[in-house]
């Protein structure tokens, strides 16, 4: 019975990361886009899937992959996420520097531009947090309320970037793929739960 | 439908009044001044190629951009005004060069070109257009699609004398 639930949690998965990666490899806009904005938006897609491991691996939540295995990968994940963005920025940039420009300045006449920025900028700041977790010296308390929180924007900054834009992914994949990231990141926080013990550690600290 | 809700002296009248009317608002210099330039759009300019050449229409066609010129202050309809079109398209990028042109307006104070059919890009639908020569102020749109299926696009402009 552990089996079953375990394939069908690990089918389940595939189809929602793989699934929309697959409509918009499909899509017709393809056709009469160059390979660098192919490239650039195709980056966008599969950060929207590496995203929605995330949540999964630092929670402990996929069957056979206990919560130490899981936080090693939810590593190697979080810098190939930042690498798809990286590649995302720059070939969009490529493809259109004044729109690029307007972007990371705030000043596009899109919302999804505003959104999509954020998210980068809190991706950004929750990988620095893991990044020199050691060297920081926060308190494990802390640390863990800061990188969740970084992680909370993200999330809701790319669904918001991708829910509003009109691009190669198919409406109804993107807003399922979009409903599974938000339900996931719920759930994971609330396994976690990251503001336990912030408090205390606040007191101790304040004792010291 | 052998009742007419109105009769033709009815209608003839009730229209020339409403016509009269209209015409007198819109002569009224009160209402004249209210007529407000139109500012540049936010990212309109993206992708400008300063100098488009004017062309009978962009590639192959298929899609129409179009709408009117008018004036700032009196509103009077501006013929022989050049304006510059381009967009990401089943043709080409928007930075491409054959994704650029121009066009004149009518005596009316109308402009319409065709292009190929735009496609979304950078996230939207959309087009941009100038009015970038020497006599009046410089104007950049953005017009975006309300469904990237529309086959036509407009967008108006009022112009403020430089």
New interface residues.
Partial sequence: MAAFRAILIWAALAVVTAGPVVVAANSE?LQ???AI?ITAGCAGVIALALLLLQPLLAAGLLPGLPMPVGRRIHRWTGATLLFAVAVHVAG?WI??P??MI?ALTF????A??AFGVIAMWALVAAALLAGFRKSLRLRPQVWRLAHTMAAMVVVVGTVAHAL????TMGTGSKIMMCVVLGALLVLAVRRLRPWAGVSRARETQAQE | MSHTLMDRRTLIATGTAAVLATASTLASPLRAKSLAPTTS???G???YLPGAPVVDRIGGGGFLMFGAVRRAGDGVPLEGIRIQIWA????G???DPWSHGATLTNADGIFQLEMPQI???????HGHLAYDSSEFETVFL?PVMAS?RDRSLSAHFVLQPA
């Fill in positions: 806009l009469y886009r160059s904005y969009l493809t259109s004044p729109d307007d000043t596009a006449p899109t999804f531009s509003m834009i009109e691009g | 759009m936010r990212g300019s993206n992708n990401h398209t089943t043709e990028h928007e930075r496609v979304p890009a950078f996230g939207q639908p953005r990237s």
